[in-house]
């Protein structure tokens, strides 16, 4: 059933049977508009407290970090109504489809509300790139850059040192031709030349992706995004090792390391490095499979923790100048996080994954003949689609009136579980499903009522004032409370028989031996002269 039916579904069964909702939304969609990725853009949840008690909001979660709520956990009063902004922010040029979860005591379930959106980019250069991901975002980005100009080894040397990188001319601030040694920091001033600066100044040009490694041909040799000035012996020291993690160093100067097989760029560098690493992947390809699997997550890992800052994007800038092309990962980082391959053919691991919101379906006792429904929610947080089936209960005092076949991915659905208060006993049973998820092939859900007719004063304020542990329990089952009071103390079994009672003059601290019982799921109600609480305890 799919979620539109489904919706209207269940508001005909909650209208016919007579039982409002407690919790409402005014929609279970929020669709933002398109949102450039410099903005956001804000909706608002309407929820209303159609019940005759405060409804507590117990967590608020969102299934996608391009949207965010700015309430986590807040009241709504009787009669009610509480606006609650949801923001997005995207930071990707792609479409977004998540969920929002409210999570709630109200003895329903919890409530999904589906969340869209579409992040754009300012400009128009990555405009090939709006919603494509791994090996159709590799081959646009290719697409984009590949028009470069090749200036030639001499011209881009030349363009490197006393333009580029030297910083009297690129707004640095330097008063004479000055520029920094890439992997050890050391800051050459005064050069006259490229030549000067070669013969005079013990430095020369770093290929990041080695020349060696293509034969020294052209357009790769003067291609300037991966050309940086160097100290000439920690240039060698680099030589054509692989960049990665070094943790015993056999050479290290400035924050760079090298062992014999690794190098590893001091801080300032390694964001630098990987983006280089990754825009010559994509503008050229692995020559001599340089570039392993694990060599490359490490670099995407430095790509995202040394983000780009001022002095590298006036680089990039410059460097278009001259050669009209821009390096991606400059402009945008996250690009990495769409593309699982820089090395082969790129196509996005398989995730097949369901978040069960609940990990019980607990009704609150109602009034005789009331007619109760739980929504038991499920997220889909991979990104393929589950499948659901097999939905069944035992006792046959709940039923399941409505079941999810699928769940699409950045989807929820939900079970609706009913029961009808035709007494006044503790009732329990399990839920039974199956799913194609490995790890929740068979799930099993525990369903529960608590004795007695509702009152009002069970809410979760009274677990700070009387404390049950531990929990799971094996031979004793303690019962603490701050204030004490007398109290009725119940344990029902899953059948909702009960198998111990007490009856305390005064409850402060209290031990229940529970070695004889079986190992299973039990339910202990404790009565007071102002409180009433219910509370699942596994024993084993």
Known sequence: MNRTLL??????????????QKLTVNSNMLDFDTTL??????????LSNNSGTIMKINKTLVYDTGFETLLNQFDILPGQTVSLPVIFHPRHNIDYNSELVLFSRAGEGNLAVDLKGTGKYTGTYYKCTQGLSEQNLKNALKTLISGQTSLGYNTAR?????????????GQGATQNTLDC????????????????????NVNTEHTFPQGKFNSQEPMKSDLFHLYPSDVAANAERGSKPFGKVNNPSWQQGGSKSSNSKFEPRDEQKG????????????????????SMADQNILKQWCLTYLPGPVEQKRCDDIQSFQHNRNPFIDHPEFVERIHSFISTSTAPLVHSLELTSDTIEFLPGQLG????????????????????????????????????????????????????????????????????????????????????????????????IRVFPNPASDQILIHSDIPESAHIKLYNLNGEMMMTY???????????????????????IDTRYHRLFKKILIF
């Not at 919706?7 to 409002?20: D, E, N, P, R, Y």
């Not at 890439?182 to 100044?201: C, D, E, F, L, M």
């Not at 630098?272 to 570039?291: C, D, E, H, Q």
């Not at 769940?407 to 029961?419: N, W």
């Open 158 to 170: 030349d363009k490197m040192f006393m333009i580029i990188d030297n910083q009297k001319v690129n």
């Open 182 to 201: 890439i992997y050890i920091g050391k800051t050459v001033s005064g050069y006259s030349s490229r030549q000067n600066a070669y013969s005079n100044y």
């Open 7 to 20: 919706s209207i579904f269940c508001f005909i069964v909650f209208t016919s049977l007579g039982q409002a």
């Open 37 to 46: 990725t410099t903005q956001t853009d804000t909706l608002f949840l309407l």
């Open 503 to 525: 009856r305390l003059e005064e409850l402060s601290d209290f031990s229940m031996d529970c070695s004889l019982l079986k190992p299973g799921l039990y339910l202990i109600e």
């Open 370 to 465: 009331d007619t109760l429904l739980f929504r038991f929610v499920m997220v889909n947080d991979g990104n393929t689609a589950v499948n659901l089936s097999g939905f069944q209960l035992g006792s046959g005092l709940f039923s399941v009136l409505s079941e999810p076949g699928i769940i699409d991915p950045g989807e929820s659905d939900y079970a609706l579980v009913q029961y009808v208060m035709t007494d006044t006993f503790a009732k329990l049973d399990t839920m039974h499903f199956n799913t194609d998820v490995s790890a929740l092939n068979h799930v099993e859900i525990p369903v529960i009522i608590a004795g007695g007719i509702g009152t009002g004063i069970y809410n979760g304020h009274n677990q700070l004032r």
């Open 272 to 291: 630098p490095t990987a983006r280089s690493m990754l825009y010559f992947l994509i503008r050229y390809k692995n020559y001599g499979s340089f570039v």
